[in-house]
């Protein structure tokens, strides 16, 4: 079941590209053409503007909130080649830092697991990706990917920070070796997974290639501890594929097609026990999809303005299984 | 940004947007000669792999042709969605002629490519189009006005649009209408346009601007507005695209005057309607909204004019430019950085010359000489407007608490172009819920555990299990809350007292019959024989060689009785060499229960006997070691192959109360993963956990990491299906696995917990200030536990009891303003008092766990103590629990007939010492009857005075027999070890109004004591006596309820009026409404002896 519990009027001058949650789902971030971002205090079904932040010049197409660890950060990306990180001070949000090493659109952006530190990965139209680390006192260490997807990035998304296959971290005091992983989606019809290696160079890892299109969106599921890792992709050929890699030595991934759908699909999340995919396609429609018991993928719901119902075959088959 | 080249002066079209990957076809230029002035003319198809970095571009086929072109397009005909079938290549030839080839065919190297061809028109054919909605109908023009209609499926008899225009002219442009099918729009040279409509086969309108210079060297059609259209000048003089709108066409619309020269082609974007591409004779391409004129973009060209410009139907950003100077260039207009291409190149050339001396001259060659203008940096901005394609309209992104954001730019019907009006920007925030039957058991689960009605629970679980084993399971849980629990597990496995008792009285019926009258007199024979010899023995008390005599005999019985009076090391060896003699299937299950070495059963038992293993583990095994024995067995069970054992180890666990292996365990067998899976073991282990903490001395506090990562896992599952308040409640709280820490701050934030000042939520975490180098945020949990208690006190505080106590206590709680309780506004269910394990509103307990084991116990209660905050270390500190964490062994009867009779003498030296020793500053009256275990050995005639002048056993001996048997309530242990420090404690009076109670009580137990005849009943009533010593210390401290007080007030009052069965109804009243904390210690004594009073009648 889908039902609205809040409707926030954003009073956006233009159209909103993307609308995030904060780590603990209290406050929503919106951005959008008219070049601002905004933060509303969305607690108990309110809204209550904190912020309107201006800085980019030109559309702001994505907004990623930190690890909330790090205190109150965002980051915004914009079609004015910038990466803005904003920050909130004394209940002031302020810009923090500008990021401006792209030479076109900076389309997406997403920060890496908060056990790294504090990375954000940027996928530009330039075709570059960039990686920010946060190295104190105000600095930021830039690493850039060239030609990570020739004429264009349009997603990032990091893997998750647990070793898939670890039910129990590791033990306290010792820091874990992670590898740090992420995907990137771009106009070359491609899915990449970049990987850093042990000298701190990013290096890409495997090609995903089952799009006839540009891939508009990737996202790595979130890891609920067991050995798969599983990356949704969209694409501009109104495809949606599910890639999972069962084995991490062989990194072997193979695509299922959840749907093919007769618009562009632009954007693609997963819950956070990662087993609904929320897919937003072009002819304006959300749709939830849930794998079933036999592997396949069922759309459960329309989320048509929020408003929607899962379907009672999929919850009946959910209690079959048992 | 250039992406790739080719060298041709040729005509291009890309495939279809249908088609993958993306070609790009040439065609020969008629009108231009290349630079080798050849007359060879070719057709060529590329494809665009953008993944090469590389400039070149990847030629698929080469098709030499016959002809030079004109133009060149390639339609969809009869591509299907997959873009299989790559559709048909249509060419303006120089002589009239309109070829169809097969790009199929030529990309497979076929020698038959052409499908078809006409030359039925005059003169070159400069203009082609393909209907977008019918792409079977293709329209042609040439010379002399020819505009031909042509028909893929019938190409041999073209159709007409209507009457030629006049004067005859050439037709340098045609386009079919983007909105309106059978709508055609042909231009000339001469600068006139004509509209024509195919069903009425007319001209419908003509456009001019009478200015006479309008040379029109392009034509493209709005693609969303059907009646405009864009017409281009190659007139230097007039260098200019005119925006026409048919229904005011007396004039442009709009002029855009940024060419310099004439302009030689246009395009329009069919992704974006506000990018309209143009090249001219001043060299320029140029991107231009021709909604406003406005120039977006201008790409850096070389010097040379483009005479051709084509979009790439299915990338949108990808343009490709065919110049004079004869080379055909990709672009994109995104902007970029050329540098990556041209490094390649430079790279490109020293990989293939080397750098090392390629030619052996001993010298290495320079470097390589990069020229001055590609070192600096050269960056193309993109597009001074966004196109369309990359802003995002949608999306729907989950947050925590299943949450979906969803947002969306409804277009409204655009008019002119101005297609933001009205547009409303809203988002939507909605609540996903997708395992409703999850939802509804946890809902059950969790308020089993408010209502304390684990046993109703327990019982549904068992009417609907389907599977035997699930059955068991809950079986095996719900006995956990049931008097003699230990009984009650060995009916489960098939084992039940009564039978056996039954059985055994029936023999004993029998054999009584066949005893000799011990009245009669018998013989003492001294004879030679074996028994001559043993009387012999006998009279000289040398009780060592009788029993060897009797051993030897293989007169067994004999030598056993004898060697009980032999004394116990006598008794010891003689039941060595039984053993050692005896060859019974049984013996080594006897030899463990003599030896008490229940071990070596769970040990060695053959795991198919797995139930009589525990059956005899449940029966013999102390409190103390019960635990350990069944997770023993459990292990085995579990590391053995059989799958079905392995889940029989679960049964082990939940006898043993070891939450940790039971999920370990489970987890093995079971696929956690799915939600309702998950709510099974869940279930399992909260009740486990319940039972555990009601019945056993076990720290149930601590949370092992597996289960702690099952918990999580559940409780995220719960807060993904917005069911926040649940999430907490079924958290562990005092843990401080990183996790968990992380997870109870995420949940109690999300709840909306409005927090104090700005700056506080980043408390849980370790302030990290955009930490220096790498932050370890492993680090940063440290800090969670005491910051969360005091945040998420306010849960604990409003439960109901909770505060009833607080009214009394208000020093007890911590200062946190009454008002700032925040959950009742949420509307939503504070986590039920139950699941508060006392970590929280303790947070003192945390720490002080592992410093000091010894005192374990009783510093970590089992519920919730904030009430009672001053009844501090001095008050009994294990009094209020240790007659309920006794529970199980408390009414539980000990197996007399196997072992008394021979046990009586040896007893347990070491249990009754760990017994008394404690004990000895507060002797109680069952121990101090305690008989010396040891028999002098030099006064043999005491010794073998009692077995032979007593049939029965002496009471005396009764009391401690049972108190040392295995089983029997260890609890005292503890308790008497808790006592130590509270025994010079003096005590207050009982409050006068309150006297009666006590009075009341005690009176009726002496009343049933006096008419108690069996001893078990007696016992059971001085334990009943000594455990109401705790609801009048309760009375003391006055910390009872006024309700809970009231209600035993009743029972009294029903106790003088001998209603019996009417003080259980209150008691059961008071039990149910009561907080269970407050009144178990001494709730269930009552019960006890209201019971016995009503059976008794006193």
Same mark, same amino acid.
């Given at each position: 079941?889908?039902?609205?519990?809040?409707?926030?009027?954003?009073?956006?001058?233009?159209?909103?590209?993307?609308?995030?949650?904060?780590?603990?789902?209290?406050?929503?971030?919106?951005?959008?053409? !008219?070049?601002?971002?905004?933060?509303?205090?969305? $607690?108990?079904?309110?809204?209550?503007?904190?912020?309107?932040? $201006?800085?980019?010049?030109?559309?702001?197409?994505?907004?990623?909130?930190?690890?909330?660890?790090?205190?109150?950060?965002?980051?915004?990306?914009?079609?004015?080649?910038?990466?803005?990180?904003? $920050?909130?001070?004394?209940?002031?949000?302020?810009?923090?830092?500008?990021?401006?090493?792209?030479?076109?659109?900076?389309?997406?952006?997403?920060?890496?697991?908060?056990?790294?530190?504090?990375?954000?990965?940027?996928?530009?139209?330039?075709?570059?990706?960039?990686?920010?680390?946060?190295?104190?006192?105000?600095?930021?260490?830039?690493?850039?990917?060239?030609?990570?997807?020739?004429?264009?990035?349009?997603?990032?998304?990091?893997?998750?920070?647990?070793?898939?296959?670890?039910?129990?971290?590791?033990?306290?005091?010792?820091?874990?070796?992670?590898?740090?992983?992420?995907?990137?989606?771009?106009?070359?019809?491609?899915?990449?997974?970049?990987?850093?290696?042990?000298?701190?160079?990013?290096?890409?890892?495997?090609?995903?290639?089952?799009?006839?299109?540009?891939?508009?969106?990737?996202?790595?599921?979130?890891?609920?501890?067991?050995?798969?890792? +599983?990356?949704?992709?969209?694409?501009?050929?109104?495809?949606?594929?599910?890639?999972?890699?069962?084995?991490?030595?062989?990194?072997?991934?193979?695509?299922?097609?959840?749907?093919?759908?007769?618009?562009?699909?632009?954007?693609?999340?997963?819950?956070?026990?990662?087993?609904?995919?929320?897919?937003?396609?072009? !002819?304006?429609?959300? +749709?939830?999809?849930?794998?079933?018991?036999?592997?396949?993928?069922?759309?459960?719901? !329309?989320?048509?303005?929020?408003?929607?119902?899962?379907?009672?075959?999929?919850?009946?088959?959910?209690?079959?299984?048992? | 940004?250039?992406?790739?080249?080719?060298?041709?002066?040729?005509?291009?079209?890309? @495939?279809?947007?249908?088609?993958?990957?993306?070609?790009?076809?040439?065609? #020969?230029?008629?009108?231009?000669?290349?630079?080798?002035?050849?007359?060879?003319?070719?057709?060529?198809?590329?494809?665009?792999?953008?993944?090469?970095?590389?400039?070149?571009?990847?030629?698929?086929?080469?098709? @030499?042709?016959?002809?030079?072109?004109?133009?060149?397009?390639?339609?969809?005909?009869?591509?299907?969605?997959?873009?299989?079938?790559?559709?048909?290549?249509?060419?303006?030839?120089?002589?009239?002629?309109?070829?169809?080839?097969?790009?199929?065919?030529?990309?497979? /190297?076929?020698?038959?490519?052409?499908?078809?061809?006409?030359?039925?028109?005059?003169?070159?054919?400069?203009?082609?189009?393909?209907?977008?909605?019918?792409?079977?109908?293709?329209?042609?023009?040439?010379?002399?006005?020819?505009?031909?209609?042509?028909?893929?499926?019938?190409?041999?008899?073209?159709?007409?649009?209507?009457?030629?225009?006049?004067?005859?002219?050439?037709?340098?442009?045609?386009?079919?209408?983007?909105?309106?099918?059978?709508?055609?729009?042909?231009?000339?040279? *001469?600068?006139?346009?004509?509209?024509?409509?195919?069903?009425?086969?007319?001209?419908?309108?003509?456009?001019?601007?009478?200015?006479?210079?309008?040379?029109?060297?392009?034509?493209?059609?709005?693609?969303?507005?059907?009646?405009?259209? %864009?017409?281009?000048?190659?007139?230097?003089?007039?260098?200019?695209?005119?925006?026409?709108?048919?229904?005011?066409?007396?004039?442009?619309?709009?002029?855009?005057?940024?060419?310099?020269?004439?302009?030689?082609?246009?395009?329009?974007?069919?992704?974006?309607?506000?990018?309209?591409?143009?090249?001219?004779?001043?060299?320029?391409?140029?991107?231009?909204?021709?909604?406003?004129?406005?120039?977006?973009?201008?790409?850096?060209?070389?010097?040379?004019?483009? =005479?051709?410009?084509?979009?790439?139907?299915?990338?949108?950003?990808?343009?490709?430019?065919?110049?004079?100077?004869?080379?055909?260039?990709?672009?994109?207009?995104? /902007?970029?950085?050329?540098?990556?291409?041209?490094?390649?190149?430079?790279?490109?050339?020293? @990989?293939?010359?080397?750098?090392?001396?390629?030619?052996?001259?001993?010298?290495?060659?320079?470097?390589?000489?990069?020229?001055?203008?590609?070192?600096?940096?050269?960056?193309?901005?993109?597009?001074?407007?966004?196109?369309?394609?990359?802003?995002?309209?949608?999306?729907?992104? =989950?947050?925590?608490?299943?949450?979906?954001?969803?947002?969306?730019?409804?277009?409204?019907?655009?008019?002119?172009?101005?297609?933001?009006?009205?547009?409303?920007?809203?988002?939507?925030?909605?609540?996903? %819920?997708?395992?409703?039957?999850?939802?509804?058991?946890? &809902?059950?689960?969790?308020?089993?555990?408010?209502?304390?009605?684990?046993?109703?629970?327990?019982?549904?679980?068992?009417?609907?299990?389907?599977?035997?084993?699930?059955?068991? %399971?809950?079986?095996?849980?719900?006995?956990?809350?049931?008097?003699?629990?230990?009984?009650?597990?060995?009916?489960?496995?098939?084992?039940?007292?009564?039978?056996?008792?039954?059985?055994?009285?029936?023999?004993?019926?029998?054999?009584?019959?066949?005893?000799?009258?011990?009245?009669?007199?018998?013989?003492?024979?001294?004879?030679?024989?074996?028994?001559?010899?043993?009387?012999?023995?006998?009279?000289?008390?040398?009780?060592?060689?009788?029993?060897?005599?009797?051993?030897?005999?293989?007169?067994?019985?004999?030598?056993?009785?004898?060697?009980?009076?032999?004394?116990?090391?006598?008794?010891?060896?003689?039941?060595?060499?039984?053993?050692?003699?005896?060859?019974?299937?049984?013996?080594?299950?006897?030899?463990?229960?003599?030896?008490?070495?229940?071990?070596?059963?769970?040990?060695?038992?053959?795991?198919?006997?797995?139930?009589?293993?525990?059956?005899?583990?449940?029966?013999?095994?102390?409190?103390?070691?019960?635990?350990?024995?069944?997770?023993?067995?459990?292990?085995?069970?579990?590391?053995?192959?059989?799958?079905?054992?392995?889940?029989?180890?679960?049964?082990?666990?939940?006898?043993?109360?070891?939450?940790?292996?039971?999920?370990?365990?489970?987890?093995?067998?079971?696929? /956690?993963?799915?939600?309702?899976?998950?709510?099974?073991?869940?279930?399992?282990?909260?009740?486990?956990?319940?039972?555990?903490?009601?019945?056993?001395?076990? &720290?149930?506090? #601590?949370?092992?990491?597996?289960?702690?990562?099952?918990?999580?896992?559940?409780?995220?599952?719960?807060?993904?299906?917005?069911?926040?308040?649940?999430?907490?409640?079924?958290?562990?709280?005092?843990?401080?696995?990183?996790?968990?820490?992380?997870?109870?701050?995420?949940?109690?934030?999300?709840?909306?917990?409005?927090?104090?000042?700005?700056?506080?939520?980043?408390?849980?975490?370790?302030?990290?200030?955009?930490?220096?180098?790498?932050?370890?945020?492993?680090?940063?949990?440290?800090?969670?536990?005491?910051?969360?208690?005091?945040?998420?006190?306010?849960?604990?505080?409003?439960?109901?009891?909770?505060?009833?106590?607080?009214?009394?206590?208000?020093?007890?709680?911590?200062?946190?303003?009454?008002?700032?309780?925040?959950?009742?506004?949420?509307?939503?269910?504070?986590?039920?008092?139950?699941?508060?394990?006392?970590?929280?509103?303790?947070?003192?307990?945390?720490?002080?766990?592992?410093?000091?084991?010894?005192?374990?116990?009783?510093?970590?209660?089992?519920?919730?103590?904030?009430?009672?905050?001053?009844? /501090?270390?001095?008050?009994?500190?294990?009094?209020?629990?240790?007659?309920?964490?006794?529970?199980?062994?408390?009414?539980?009867?000990?197996?007399?007939?196997?072992?008394?009779?021979?046990?009586?003498?040896?007893?347990?030296?070491?249990?009754?010492?760990?017994?008394?020793?404690?004990?000895?500053?507060?002797?109680?009256?069952?121990?101090?009857?305690?008989?010396?275990?040891?028999?002098?050995?030099?006064?043999?005639?005491?010794?073998?005075?009692?077995?032979?002048?007593? #049939?029965?056993?002496?009471?005396? =001996?009764?009391?401690?027999?049972?108190?040392?048997?295995?089983?029997?309530?260890?609890?005292?242990?503890?308790?008497?070890?808790?006592?130590?420090?509270?025994?010079?404690?003096?005590?207050?009076?009982?409050?006068?109004?309150?006297?009666?109670?006590?009075?009341?009580?005690? &009176?009726?137990?002496?009343?049933?004591?006096?008419?108690? #005849?069996?001893?078990?009943?007696?016992?059971?009533?001085?334990?009943?006596?000594?455990?109401?010593?705790?609801?009048?210390?309760?009375?003391?401290?006055?910390?009872?309820?006024?309700?809970?007080?009231?209600?035993?007030?009743?029972?009294?009052?029903?106790?003088?009026?001998?209603?019996?069965?009417?003080?259980?109804?209150?008691?059961?009243?008071?039990? *149910?409404?009561?907080?269970?904390?407050?009144?178990?210690?001494?709730?269930? %004594?009552?019960?006890?002896?209201?019971?016995?009073?009503?059976?008794?009648?006193?």
């Amino acid at each position: 079941m889908v039902s609205v519990i809040n409707t926030v009027d954003t009073s956006h001058e233009d159209m909103i590209h993307d609308a995030q949650m904060d780590y603990y789902g209290t406050r929503l971030a919106t951005c959008s053409s !008219d070049r601002s971002v905004k933060i509303f205090d969305v $607690r108990n079904g309110g809204q209550i503007l904190i912020a309107d932040l $201006r800085g980019h010049e030109g559309p702001v197409w994505q907004v990623a909130w930190a690890h909330p660890m790090y205190g109150n950060i965002l980051a915004s990306c914009s079609y004015d080649r910038k990466v803005i990180i904003w $920050r909130e001070e004394n209940g002031t949000w302020e810009k923090s830092h500008e990021h401006a090493g792209h030479d076109s659109s900076v389309n997406s952006v997403c920060w890496a697991p908060h056990d790294y530190g504090l990375i954000l990965a940027c996928g530009s139209s330039d075709g570059a990706i960039s990686l920010l680390t946060y190295t104190g006192e105000g600095q930021w260490e830039v690493k850039k990917i060239n030609n990570a997807h020739t004429i264009g990035c349009n997603a990032v998304s990091w893997a998750p920070a647990v070793v898939p296959g670890s039910l129990i971290d590791h033990p306290s005091g010792q820091k874990p070796n992670y590898i740090k992983r992420f995907a990137s989606g771009g106009c070359d019809n491609l899915i990449k997974l970049w990987k850093e290696e042990e000298d701190g160079q990013w290096k890409e890892e495997q090609k995903l290639e089952a799009h006839s299109d540009w891939v508009r969106d990737v996202a790595w599921a979130p890891s609920i501890g067991l050995p798969t890792s +599983t990356i949704a992709g969209c694409s501009q050929d109104g495809r949606v594929f599910i890639w999972t890699c069962d084995d991490a030595s062989s990194n072997t991934w193979s695509p299922k097609l959840l749907h093919k759908f007769n618009d562009v699909v632009w954007h693609v999340s997963w819950s956070i026990t990662a087993n609904i995919l929320a897919v937003s396609g072009g !002819d304006n429609k959300v +749709t939830l999809w849930k794998e079933s018991v036999d592997g396949q993928w069922v759309c459960i719901s !329309d989320v048509n303005k929020g408003q929607g119902s899962v379907s009672a075959s999929v919850t009946e088959g959910q209690q079959n299984e048992q | 940004m250039k992406l790739k080249e080719v060298d041709r002066t040729a005509m291009q079209a890309w @495939s279809p947007a249908q088609n993958h990957p993306i070609y790009l076809a040439t065609g #020969t230029s008629a009108q231009q000669l290349d630079a080798t002035f050849s007359t060879n003319a070719s057709l060529e198809i590329f494809e665009l792999d953008l993944s090469d970095p590389s400039l070149d571009m990847k030629s698929c086929a080469t098709f @030499s042709s016959s002809h030079r072109y004109h133009k060149l397009i390639w339609g969809p005909y009869k591509m299907d969605s997959k873009g299989d079938v790559s559709g048909v290549l249509i060419a303006g030839g120089e002589n009239g002629n309109i070829i169809l080839y097969d790009p199929s065919k030529i990309i497979a /190297g076929d020698k038959e490519v052409v499908i078809a061809q006409n030359d039925k028109h005059t003169g070159p054919v400069r203009a082609l189009d393909v209907n977008i909605f019918q792409t079977n109908l293709v329209a042609s023009g040439a010379n002399e006005s020819e505009i031909y209609i042509w028909d893929l499926n019938n190409f041999a008899t073209p159709m007409t649009p209507g009457a030629k225009t006049q004067p005859p002219e050439d037709i340098s442009c045609i386009a079919w209408n983007r909105q309106v099918q059978h709508i055609l729009a042909s231009a000339s040279p *001469s600068g006139r346009a004509t509209v024509w409509d195919l069903r009425k086969n007319e001209p419908i309108i003509k456009v001019s601007d009478h200015s006479n210079r309008m040379h029109c060297s392009g034509l493209a059609w709005h693609p969303d507005v059907a009646t405009q259209m %864009v017409l281009a000048s190659e007139d230097d003089r007039l260098p200019v695209i005119q925006m026409w709108d048919l229904r005011f066409a007396s004039s442009p619309l709009r002029v855009l005057e940024n060419h310099a020269r004439g302009i030689l082609a246009i395009a329009w974007s069919m992704a974006d309607p506000e990018l309209l591409l143009s090249c001219g004779k001043d060299a320029k391409i140029l991107c231009s909204n021709p909604n406003t004129g406005e120039v977006l973009y201008e790409l850096p060209t070389n010097t040379q004019w483009c =005479f051709d410009i084509q979009w790439c139907p299915r990338n949108p950003a990808v343009l490709s430019a065919a110049s004079f100077d004869g080379r055909i260039s990709v672009y994109s207009i995104m /902007g970029g950085s050329t540098d990556g291409l041209r490094q390649k190149q430079v790279d490109k050339l020293s @990989s293939s010359f080397g750098n090392l001396d390629p030619f052996g001259t001993g010298q290495p060659l320079p470097p390589l000489q990069i020229p001055q203008q590609t070192a600096q940096h050269s960056i193309v901005l993109p597009l001074k407007k966004p196109p369309k394609w990359i802003r995002r309209p949608v999306g729907a992104s =989950f947050s925590f608490g299943g949450k979906l954001v969803t947002f969306e730019n409804v277009r409204m019907p655009s008019h002119q172009g101005a297609e933001q009006q009205q547009q409303q920007h809203h988002v939507f925030i909605s609540q996903v %819920v997708t395992e409703k039957e999850f939802l509804s058991r946890s &809902d059950q689960l969790q308020q089993a555990v408010q209502s304390q009605g684990f046993i109703n629970y327990c019982q549904k679980k068992i009417d609907a299990s389907q599977t035997e084993f699930e059955k068991n %399971v809950w079986s095996f849980l719900k006995v956990n809350f049931e008097d003699d629990s230990r009984g009650k597990y060995l009916e489960l496995l098939g084992y039940r007292k009564e039978d056996l008792g039954k059985k055994h009285i029936k023999e004993e019926k029998e054999e009584s019959e066949f005893l000799p009258s011990s009245g009669g007199t018998f013989n003492i024979s001294v004879s030679g024989d074996i028994d001559g010899l043993i009387t012999q023995a006998l009279l000289t008390g040398n009780f060592e060689s009788a029993v060897d005599l009797c051993l030897h005999d293989n007169r067994m019985a004999d030598a056993i009785i004898l060697a009980i009076a032999g004394g116990q090391e006598l008794l010891a060896r003689t039941q060595k060499k039984y053993f050692a003699k005896s060859q019974s299937k049984i013996t080594r299950l006897i030899t463990a229960v003599v030896m008490k070495n229940w071990k070596e059963i769970v040990e060695s038992c053959d795991l198919k006997n797995w139930r009589e293993a525990l059956a005899a583990v449940l029966t013999y095994a102390k409190p103390d070691e019960f635990s350990a024995l069944c997770d023993l067995l459990g292990t085995r069970l579990e590391n053995e192959g059989d799958s079905l054992l392995q889940t029989q180890a679960c049964l082990c666990y939940i006898c043993a109360g070891n939450v940790e292996k039971l999920v370990a365990c489970w987890t093995k067998a079971q696929d /956690g993963s799915h939600p309702l899976s998950l709510q099974d073991l869940i279930e399992k282990v909260v009740i486990l956990r319940k039972a555990v903490q009601l019945t056993q001395a076990m &720290d149930t506090s #601590t949370v092992g990491v597996l289960l702690a990562a099952k918990m999580s896992q559940y409780a995220n599952l719960l807060a993904a299906q917005g069911s926040i308040a649940a999430a907490l409640a079924f958290l562990p709280d005092n843990t401080n696995q990183p996790n968990i820490m992380q997870l109870r701050d995420r949940l109690c934030r999300a709840q909306g917990e409005p927090v104090a000042g700005h700056e506080s939520p980043k408390i849980p975490y370790e302030k990290q200030q955009l930490p220096k180098g790498r932050p370890g945020p492993v680090a940063g949990h440290h800090q969670m536990p005491r910051v969360q208690t005091q945040q998420y006190y306010p849960h604990v505080r409003i439960a109901p009891t909770v505060t009833t106590w607080s009214n009394k206590t208000p020093t007890a709680l911590p200062s946190h303003p009454p008002a700032a309780s925040p959950s009742d506004t949420q509307g939503e269910n504070p986590p039920p008092p139950g699941f508060i394990m006392h970590g929280n509103v303790n947070p003192n307990a945390a720490g002080q766990l592992p410093t000091s084991p010894g005192h374990m116990h009783t510093q970590v209660p089992p519920y919730p103590q904030p009430q009672r905050p001053q009844n /501090g270390w001095n008050d009994p500190p294990a009094l209020n629990r240790v007659p309920k964490k006794k529970k199980m062994p408390e009414n539980f009867m000990p197996p007399v007939p196997i072992t008394s009779p021979i046990m009586n003498p040896l007893g347990d030296p070491q249990s009754q010492m760990l017994q008394q020793q404690p004990s000895a500053p507060v002797p109680l009256s069952s121990q101090s009857s305690f008989p010396q275990p040891h028999l002098p050995g030099g006064q043999p005639f005491h010794g073998v005075q009692q077995p032979l002048g007593q #049939t029965g056993m002496p009471p005396s =001996f009764s009391k401690p027999n049972i108190e040392g048997a295995p089983g029997a309530p260890i609890g005292n242990t503890f308790q008497h070890v808790q006592s130590l420090p509270t025994k010079k404690i003096t005590k207050k009076p009982i409050p006068d109004e309150h006297l009666i109670l006590k009075t009341t009580f005690e &009176d009726l137990i002496q009343r049933c004591l006096s008419s108690a #005849t069996d001893p078990q009943t007696k016992r059971k009533l001085d334990d009943a006596s000594k455990r109401l010593e705790f609801l009048y210390d309760k009375l003391r401290e006055q910390t009872l309820s006024p309700t809970i007080t009231s209600g035993l007030h009743n029972i009294a009052r029903s106790i003088e009026t001998r209603n019996y069965s009417e003080g259980l109804t209150m008691h059961t009243h008071i039990v *149910s409404t009561s907080n269970f904390s407050e009144t178990s210690a001494f709730m269930p %004594v009552l019960k006890v002896v209201l019971t016995q009073a009503n059976k008794l009648g006193v």
